[in-house]
């Protein structure tokens, strides 16, 4: 029986060195017996090269480059190969060189498929699912075109190059380059499962790349509400500017009321009655969901829609409320934290966090903070509840007066 090897092997050709001192890099295939070589488009100075290494040993920006696109030439070729393999295809080296630079059409394009997915996704929402969703889809093209272009100097790559391997790299630089944490790759990365599934449905590709990849919500990282004394030290303190004044009403609002960010954004003055006994309500299904949110309106978020009723800006714009986008507000959020020395991470969900936790501390029934919350069942809203010092001791009281008779 024939001995099947191959190899692949970079190396600095010496004996091309140029009146700059620079030589090309070179990586050469080996298959069987026969070889063929490709010039990587890089060059180094010699005395830099480590041929045992088969990289550039220093940690300056070009030689970090340069080894990147060594190791990016290295993972091309072998998943070339082993596609060649996958296809009953002899690896030769001259086959796998012709597959690195024409790939099988085959295989379709991964970064394509993935952008008419996300056209397909767009045309869901309303139906099957909401405009956030399809927003997150069309985030992870962002952020995968990026990586590519970054990572292999390429616009697409081909949809079989999707293994174990680029998920892990791709989760990397989720959480390095945009700083991610755990929890917003991991939403990330259930998108790109959806599209993988969708395409192992189609017979793009047989082998799932997710199989094995260990995707795990991190339920340690729980945002954490204000208290009672931290809200009313907010609602006191005189802010330095407009801005985050502003900021720090739209953040109130919503603790007074549950609203989700993107539902306090887009609430609008057809939302707003008023019943018979004079109670000012909203009346508005979420965004998210399109449940709707039966919320009755305390004397102090309807203080801060007064204050903004003549604001002409939110006039031209529809708006009731001063709404920035979700990362400016956050982003001044933890200004306010800092002038409040509030030692929390305030982000535009800990408000609605914040109206579950207290609403439950005082007693109220938690299927009627399910309705304002605008959730389908209580058990997403036991989500939200925590339970506190304040509870625990008010039960035990319940306790001993009973023991006590």
């Known amino acids: 029986m024939e001995r099947k090897t191959f190899s692949v092997v970079f190396f600095c050709k010496k004996t091309k060195v140029t009146r700059k001192g620079v030589a090309p890099i070179y990586v050469r ?18 005395k830099k090269w480590n041929q045992r290494l088969e990289r550039i040993p220093f940690r300056d920006k070009v030689s970090m480059r340069i080894n990147q696109i060594v190791a990016s030439y290295r993972a091309n070729i072998l998943a070339a190969y082993d596609q060649l393999i996958r296809e009953n295809k002899e690896p030769t080296c001259f086959a796998v060189k012709e597959r690195l630079f024409r790939p099988d059409a085959d295989s379709r394009p991964f970064l394509t498929e993935l952008a008419k997915y996300c056209d397909k996704r767009q045309k869901e ?69 959806n599209f993988i599934l969708y395409a192992i449905r189609n017979e793009w590709i047989e082998k799932n790349p997710f199989r094995y990849y260990k995707m795990k919500i991190d339920k340690t990282n ?55 006994q004079g109670t000012q309500w909203i009346h508005k299904p979420r965004e998210k969901t399109a449940v709707m949110s039966r919320i009755p309106l305390l004397p102090y978020p309807i203080k801060l829609l007064d204050k903004y009723a003549n604001d002409p800006e939110l006039q031209v714009k529809g708006k009731l409320l001063p709404v920035p986008s979700n990362q400016k507000m956050n982003s001044y959020l933890k200004e306010i934290a800092a002038i409040c020395n509030i030692g929390k991470n305030l982000t535009t969900h800990t408000a609605r966090h914040t109206f579950a936790c207290l609403a439950i501390e005082y007693g109220m029934p938690i299927d009627i903070i ?16 925590k339970v506190s010092e304040a509870n625990i001791s008010r039960e035990m009281q319940k306790i001993r007066n009973i023991l006590n008779r």
């Open 29 to 46: 295939i080996t298959a069987n017996g026969q070889s063929t070589e490709i010039y990587t488009q890089c060059q180094v100075e010699p």
């Open 125 to 193: 929402v309303g139906v099957r699912i909401t405009q956030l969703t399809s927003n997150k889809y069309h985030r992870l093209l962002r952020y995968l075109r990026e990586d590519t272009r970054v990572q292999y100097e390429k616009d697409d790559l081909p949809l079989s190059l999707v293994d174990y391997e680029y998920i892990d790299g791709f989760n990397t630089f989720l959480q390095t380059a945009h700083n991610c944490n755990n929890n917003g790759a991991v939403n990330l990365l259930c998108c790109l499962k």
């Open 222 to 276: 729980v945002k954490t509400p204000l208290t009672k004394s931290e809200l009313d030290l907010l609602i006191r303190k005189q802010m330095p500017n407009d801005r985050l004044d502003r900021i720090r009403d739209v953040f109130v609002f919503c603790c007074f009321t549950g609203l989700a960010f993107t539902d306090a954004d887009h609430l609008r003055r057809e939302h707003l009655s008023t019943d018979e």
């Open 370 to 385: 399910a309705k304002i919350l605008g959730h389908t069942n209580v058990n997403m809203t036991r989500h939200y509840a």
